[in-house]
């Protein structure tokens, strides 16, 4: 699917890693999908809805829904831009720095919000949480994923008011 949307020329992203896969008694290190099921797609729902059903190709696609309680009506997540590209950046990198999680790993747990001031990072905006017994900065699209940088120095971290500022 991502090679079909390369070409119609609508932005995508599908955030990779690398896992070790056993076959045939091998082992080897292939590159794979770091969140099953999972495409970014960047569009308005009236584009992607319109080729859904005219081709064929991308007629799997399916939204992201909120989740809803009693009181409201699920609706199409969407991803802020500077969320979405805090997110690619960290979870474009290839190495042990990053680690993907399960959104639900550190939902409950309060952090304090930072922005990365210098580095292979800087400009990238999260949230510290203690995973494991270390300390990461998680970079996450609410409701959908995270990815976490495995260090960085307490003298590279500038903490961020909750309103961004």
């Known amino acids: 699917m991502k090679s079909y ?4 020329g609508i932005e995508n992203f599908i955030p990779m890693h690398y896992e070790v896969v056993e076959s045939s008694g091998n082992r ?5 999908p770091a969140i099953h099921n999972l495409i ?8 992607l809805t319109d080729l ?3 081709r064929q190709e991308l007629e799997p696609l399916r939204y992201m829904m909120t989740h809803a309680d009693e009181h409201e009506h699920r609706t199409i997540i969407r991803v802020p831009d500077h969320q979405m590209e805090n997110f690619m950046r960290v979870a474009s990198v290839e190495d042990d720095r990053v680690k993907f999680l399960r959104y639900e ?3 409950a747990e309060p952090g304090m919000k930072v922005k990365v001031t210098d580095g292979y990072f800087a400009g990238v905006e999260g949230v ?7 300390k990461y900065v998680v970079v996450q699209i609410d409701g959908v994923a995270a990815v976490a940088i495995a260090y960085v120095p307490r003298q590279s971290l500038q903490m961020v008011d909750i309103d961004g500022g």
């Open 52 to 54: 859904k059903m005219t």
């Open 105 to 107: 790993q550190f939902l």
């Open 128 to 134: 510290i949480k203690r995973i494991k017994n270390n």
């Open 40 to 47: 970014f797609v960047r569009s308005s729902q009236e584009r």
């Open 28 to 32: 080897k290190l292939v590159r794979v």
């Open 5 to 8: 949307l390369d070409e119609l």
